[in-house]
């Protein structure tokens, strides 16, 4: 029962905190690519929109760095021996996570947010950059914490524990490298359709202003062009990251297709009504051979089944199961993937639709495009669960078992917490929704044009650009 409700309230909080991660780091990215574009073309308008969709990004740092650090203590107090485990190697990515990445972040966000009127535009886009980059990084040191979990390297066991032996073997972790670049994608994903959404529902509000109207027209535009460009890459790398899960993690494959005995040119299930393991199916359709061209990009390709995995690793490993719960990795994939599908689908229609300055009137596009701001989500979420559920009953792949990992806290104190965390959580996210649809609503600010002065004149250059009190 303890061990159940520890990997409740991290799954909870884990999910929660990814929910806000994605929109920091994506919209990071796209606010710095807007004052760019305002700085190198003179241009007041992008100004606008970057101070503008900046908010959005700063309510979404604020909570999302609150909400993370509740993981780092849950490592100590519900999952202490997991901690004990991996200590050594952990504690390498993680102080460069905080040391680096935070340290970035932290520093020149307040430098955007205060230096606008105090520093030279070259210098204040810098700080934006630096701040982005920040995200990114602590993205990284963290994913790479995550792959060795997924695929240890660059250890040995020592008495009971993982020792580090190879510090860059864990950084260039195969595993943490397409990880990095799927979730860095997603990311800009998840904040390009969020952008897209707020831009198409303010083009057709202020439809009465046509300066306005004409700003968010250009913002859902530039949107549009990254979130579809943005979801084929997450695909592209998505399909690298499972030819390595048919490699390093052969049952999480398996568990995705519900593909009990191996087969050569492998059929990918799109969808199955009835039983998973076929042997009662009601209703399926199925691709012919597309389970072997992911797995290894071959038309006959043999993909190991959950039968043949399991009973190797009860060789490897012992007696016990080491099947997932087929059913939760099946639709987390299909979720993920299909919420995926739909998101090229809404960027190649919002791309094509918004040639006409005029788009945003069809009833079909705005909903398209605001329900849209969901399918990331979904899609992050889903992926982040088949991840971490189809390792199952792995915590660290063929070295510990999560039920190894848990600490022995009583249970009353679990479900306490796991309450707590639910009410805390419940307000954060209920706080950060009300203040991005306040940030949404909020009209864009009169800016004068941001124009550079000769080198040398930094005074006068600080002078011209407006301030700004976010």
Do not use: C
């Not at 909870?12 to 807007?34: D, R």
């Not at 340290?103 to 230096?115: A, D, H, N, P, Y």
């Not at 691709?287 to 089944?305: E, K, R």
């Not at 954060?428 to 600010?445: G, H, K, N, P, T």
């Amino acid at each position: 029962m303890g061990l159940e409700l520890a990997r409740w309230q991290f799954a909870f909080v884990t999910i929660f905190h990814f929910f806000l991660v994605p929109v920091t780091i994506g919209l990071g990215l796209l606010v710095a690519v807007m004052q760019t574009l305002a700085y190198r073309r003179h241009d007041a308008g992008w100004d606008r929109l970057t101070r503008f969709f900046g908010r959005m990004f700063l309510i979404n740092l604020a909570a999302g760095v609150v909400s993370g650090i509740v993981l780092e203590f849950e490592f100590g107090l519900n999952w202490s021996n997991y901690s004990a485990f991996v200590g050594n190697i952990f504690g390498a990515p993680l102080a460069l996570e905080a040391l680096i990445a935070f340290f970035l972040e932290s520093t020149f966000v307040g430098l955007w947010i205060f230096g606008r009127d105090r520093l030279s535009p070259r210098v204040h886009l810098a700080t934006i950059w630096a701040t982005s980059a920040g995200t990114i990084l602590s993205a990284y040191f963290i994913l790479v914490a995550n792959a060795w979990m997924q695929h240890p390297v660059g250890y040995k066991v020592e008495g009971g524990q993982a020792v580090l032996t190879d510090f860059w073997a864990v950084l260039g972790n195969s595993t943490a490298l397409w990880s990095f670049a799927h979730t860095i994608l997603a990311a800009v994903s998840t904040g390009a359709a969020l952008m897209l959404g707020v831009s198409v529902w303010r083009a057709y509000r202020d439809r009465g202003n046509a300066e306005r109207s004409s700003l968010f027209h250009r913002a859902a535009r530039f949107a549009a062009a990254f979130t579809l460009v943005a979801v084929i890459l997450t695909a592209v790398s998505g399909d690298m990251q499972a030819r390595l899960m048919d490699t390093q993690q052969p049952m999480k494959m398996a568990s995705a297709e519900a593909l009990y005995n191996t087969s050569s040119g492998a059929s990918f299930s799109i969808i199955t009504i009835g039983t998973l393991n076929g042997s009662k199916p009601v209703f399926q359709i199925r691709v012919p051979h597309l389970l072997s061209l992911i797995a290894d990009l071959s038309w006959d390709g043999q993909v190991q089944g959950i039968n043949q995995v399991q009973a190797a690793e009860a060789a490897k490993y012992g007696a016990g199961s080491y099947t997932p719960v087929t059913w939760v990795t099946y639709w987390s994939f299909r979720l993920m993937v299909g919420a995926g599908i739909a998101m090229i689908g809404l960027g190649a229609w919002a791309l094509w639709g918004l040639r006409r300055r005029r788009a945003w009137e069809s009833k079909w596009f705005r909903r398209a495009a605001t329900f849209g701001i969901a399918l990331p989500f979904l899609a992050n979420s889903t992926g982040w669960i088949f991840t971490e559920v189809g390792r199952q009953p792995w915590v660290v792949y063929g070295l510990l078992k999560t039920s190894q990992g848990v600490s022995a806290v009583p249970t009353a104190d679990v479900v306490f917490s796991l309450v707590m965390f639910v009410a805390v959580y419940a307000m954060i996210f209920s706080a950060d929704a009300l203040l991005m649809v306040r940030a949404a609503r909020r009209e864009l600010d009169d800016v004068a044009p941001v124009t550079p002065v000769p080198p040398g004149d930094a005074s006068d250059e600080a002078a011209r650009v407006p301030s700004l009190i976010y």
